[in-house]
């Protein structure tokens, strides 16, 4: 196990416990294991897991978040589709309506002109 990272077992080393500790202070070469024993007066060794406990417990509420807004990104998807295509049914259903209404208004009209033309006929016949 070298000062690299994580091993080939999986294993921490020191600096992936101090850049877990520290961020990318680590890096400069500025954080030392009497810096981290003076900002810290709990042992590495117990703060470690507490540190890494913390972590994967973030991760799994970020997960469980992004899944949740994915599925809501989705029913917004379909939602939006199918108010789209019901919205499409609706127009063209109010523009067989509108016509359907004409030819009845049409229609109307023609039977009214036929029972006065009816009406006229009758008189006439009468006189």
């Known amino acids: 196990m070298g000062l690299t990272g994580i091993s080939e077992h999986g294993q921490l080393t020191l600096v992936s416990i101090h850049r877990v500790l520290f961020g990318a202070r680590v890096m400069d070469g500025s954080t030392t294991m009497s810096k981290i024993r003076a900002t810290f007066r709990t042992p590495v060794r117990i703060l470690l897991p507490k540190i890494l ?55 109307e009209r023609e039977l009214a002109q036929a029972r006065a033309a009816l009406t006229q006929s009758e008189d006439a016949k009468k006189k």
Do not use: P
């Open 53 to 107: 406990k913390s972590r994967n417990d973030w991760k799994a509420k970020s997960d469980t978040r992004k899944a949740a807004l994915k599925a809501a990104k989705t029913k917004i998807r379909d939602c939006s589709a199918s108010r789209d295509m019901w919205r499409q049914r609706t127009e063209q259903l109010e523009v067989e309506t509108r016509q359907l209404r004409e030819r009845a208004e049409l229609a």
